[in-house]
């Protein structure tokens, strides 16, 4: 059992009590002060997607839109944003890939972006650049992913998919999302774009990181009538 004590500390505002416990990972004691929530206020707003879109949905409609707009398959677009940024239209790579659909400079200008971060002028981009690969690659999917990725020259410097292992990985992860898409689909599951947790923002892979899950805080009086906060 882990012990924490918790006094009533005095001042304008809210209500709130000083809370001393144990750090879990390093066993110090650590005191932190917690403001109490009155029964009458509100409850808080819903979080946010972890994308930090409001409208995560607004998203996945956005997408839906653009790709039918440019005779592409709404899934091709959600796997590579996915990979790219895993919807997060702020995402900027070492590289300097920026926005959902982590586009370079150059190829935003070339496919009429005026402002990487905004959602939809993103993904019309991507999108549009997309239409443009598949076009010129004859409908060569991992080849126009591969140029995506690594650029048209060295698409047509190696005559295929570039030996860059990002490159690889990249268009294998592409290539597996769209086929679990298709298969959510098959099954008559909604397949929504905003699922994935481990995407490729400009070859940065992130890790998913546990959630910590803690006990909860029972209050006990004593006899003195000394207020004690222990979790179990």
């Known amino acids: 059992m882990c012990g924490v004590t918790a006094s009533v500390v005095e001042g304008a505002g809210a209500p709130a009590i000083s809370v001393v416990r144990a750090d879990p990972r390093t066993g110090r004691l650590v005191r932190a002060v917690v403001r109490l929530r009155p029964a009458t206020e509100p409850a808080s707003t819903p979080a946010t997607h972890p994308s930090g879109l409001a409208d995560a949905s607004g998203i996945v409609e956005t997408v839906d839109r653009i790709a039918h707009q440019n005779q592409l398959s709404p899934r ?72 995506y990725n690594a650029g048209e020259g060295a698409v047509s410097r190696y005559g295929g998919v570039p030996p860059f292992p990002e490159t690889q ?32 923002a400009g070859g940065n892979t992130t890790e998913t990181i546990p959630v910590e899950v803690h006990n909860p805080i029972r209050e006990v009086m004593d006899a003195n009538g000394k207020i004690y906060y222990i979790s179990h």
């Open 169 to 200: 990985v990249y268009v294998a992860k592409v290539r597996q999302r769209l086929a679990g898409a298709a298969a959510l689909e098959e099954t008559g599951a909604s397949p929504s774009g905003v699922q994935s947790n481990d995407a490729n």
């Open 76 to 147: 091709l677009v959600h796997s590579v944003i996915q990979v790219e940024s895993n919807y997060n239209p702020n995402a900027v790579s070492p590289k300097g890939a920026q926005g959902l659909m982590q586009l370079i400079p150059s190829t935003a200008r070339r496919f009429g972006v005026s402002n990487v971060f905004d959602p939809a002028d993103n993904i019309q981009g991507g999108a549009r650049y997309l239409k443009y690969l598949l076009g010129l690659y004859q409908g060569d999917e991992a080849l126009a992913l591969a140029a």
